[in-house]
């Protein structure tokens, strides 16, 4: 089945200690991207990539580092959490050509405590 | 980046009856999508429509785009109570490496 993966999909941490939410895509798509959804401020884009080793910063990369060493794996690493970080995480991605339509993981509910 | 922004925030109808929400953009676009996204779970592409269509259909779902007033349209005809959801409209800015920009959303509950 072709799907979006995260893991975990909860997780209570605390401030400091460093954490990786993982994004798997088995579509063999060339973009990813990962988003945090917050009450009433909808979608924010955190980093996205284009392809293996290519990444770029979206509206709200502060705090938040990934890398994309494999097409199909695209981690999201909190190396200090905080509590404004506390938000519901989305990886998606995207196959190659002008649709742009993207794939939507079931989301990461992390809580920073 | 400039977002998105459905309208209105919130409706709420009766199942059978047709829900219309809105959305406009401040920015030229590349298309404009709309998205489904049930309590906490991830958003699902509903529809596609391109800055060169002005209607799309799907199913029970109807689409406009009016690239002159930056707006478009999401009709539902018949409701049913599945089709209980927050809806998203993101688009693409005209030179864009496909960044997705989104609203708050509208959301939507159908009442049996």
């Known amino acids: 089945e072709a799907q979006v993966t995260q893991n975990p999909r909860y997780l209570i941490t605390v401030t400091g200690k460093k954490l990786t939410v993982t994004c798997s895509q088995n579509?063999?798509?060339?973009?990813m991207s990962w988003y945090r959804q917050d009450p009433g401020l909808g979608l924010r884009q955190i980093y996205y990539?284009?392809?293996?080793?290519?990444?770029d910063k979206g509206d709200v990369p502060e705090g938040y580092k990934v890398s994309r060493k494999e097409k199909r794996n695209f981690p999201l690493i909190l190396e200090s959490p905080s509590p404004n970080q506390t938000s519901l995480y989305f990886c998606?991605?995207?196959?190659?050509?002008?649709?742009?339509?993207?794939?939507f993981g079931p989301g990461t509910r992390l809580t920073v405590l | 980046s400039q977002q998105g922004e459905e309208d209105p925030q919130a409706l709420s109808i009766q199942e059978g009856e047709n829900a219309t929400m809105n959305c406009s953009y401040k920015t030229s676009i590349n298309n404009l999508q709309w998205y489904r996204q049930n309590s906490g779970r991830g958003l699902v592409h509903l529809i596609l429509i391109r800055s060169n269509e002005r209607e799309k259909h799907s199913g029970r779902l109807r689409v406009t785009l009016d690239t002159s007033k930056k707006s478009s349209s999401l009709l539902i005809t018949a409701s049913r109570a599945a089709d209980t959801a927050s809806y998203f409209c993101p688009f693409i800015s005209s030179g864009s490496a496909r960044q997705l920009t989104f609203g708050s959303g509208t959301q939507l509950t159908v009442l049996p």
């Open positions: 998606a991605s995207s196959p190659p050509g002008p649709t742009d339509t993207q794939y």
């Open positions: 579509m063999n798509h060339e973009y």
């Open positions: 990539s284009m392809n293996v080793e290519v990444t």
